[in-house]
């Protein structure tokens, strides 16, 4: 079946533009999150959504970035005034909840690669 | 608080030679940990997950982990590497009692002709 789709694939921006990430997630999966990818630095948690419950945003790094999930399925991760160290890997991925947490596999988009000239 | 060490960025190995990619956790409470695998230009995909029973968990690929938990590590082994295997490999953990997971900084698998 279908996987976890992301696009743009690839986005290069002017510093100070604002971007917006598109993430489809695998259908039926209640859970959605979003990752950055920096060279060397593994993956970075930037935000959790699950079902109709609150988002967990502890991840984002600045109130320049937000994110949100329409009508539970496609998500949308937008950054305001990008900066040079926005440049990054943005990842997607959804799982689905099986009641137990910290126990799902989760799957993984392609990524989104951001240059922020 | 929960953290995934893996010590080693980057290891070379020749193929069909054994490899060991090393992963450490830190928790004093039942954990899951899951190892994945992210090819260029990919997204990461799991290789495997120990959640309970069997410490020795076989994932695809040939691979397999071990769960040890007085030395609190994961590590991922396989016997005889292939060029393909050539790519990044994560662990993970999950924060306490979240649905949050915490990857490691990744191991970078080169396998050498």
């Known amino acids: 079946g279908a996987g976890v789709s992301q696009s743009p694939s690839n986005k290069v921006t002017e510093k100070g533009k604002d971007v917006e990430l598109r993430c489809d997630p695998i259908s039926g999966h209640t859970a959605l999150y979003w990752y950055r990818q920096s060279l060397g630095q593994g993956l970075e948690f930037l935000i959790y959504?699950?079902?109709?419950?609150?988002?967990?945003k502890s991840g984002l790094p600045s109130d320049r970035f937000s994110a949100e999930r329409t009508g539970g399925s496609v998500s949308t991760l937008t950054i305001q005034r990008t900066q040079q160290e926005d440049s990054a890997v943005y990842l997607c991925?959804?799982?689905?909840?099986?009641?137990?947490?910290?126990?799902?596999?989760?799957?993984f988009g392609p990524g989104t690669r951001l240059t922020v000239t | 608080a929960q953290s995934v060490t893996q010590l080693d960025s980057q290891v070379p190995v020749f193929e069909e030679a054994p490899v060991e990619l090393r992963c450490n956790y830190s928790?004093?409470?039942?954990?899951?940990l899951f190892w994945y695998v992210q090819y260029p230009n990919q997204g990461l995909q799991l290789l495997l997950k120990y959640l309970s029973g069997s410490t020795l968990v076989k994932g695809i690929n040939g691979f397999e982990a071990e769960f040890n938990k007085s030395q609190t590590s994961f590590h991922l082994r396989k016997p005889s590497v292939h060029i393909s295997d050539t790519a990044e490999y994560f662990c993970?953990?999950?924060?306490?009692?979240?649905?949050?997971?915490?990857f490691g900084t990744g191991t970078r698998l080169k396998v050498l002709a």
């Open positions: 993970a953990v999950p924060a306490s009692g979240t649905y949050k997971y915490i």
């Open positions: 928790s004093s409470v039942s954990v899951y």
């Open positions: 959504f699950q079902g109709n419950s609150a988002p967990d």
């Open positions: 991925a959804s799982s689905l909840d099986r009641g137990l947490a910290g126990s799902d596999e989760q799957y």
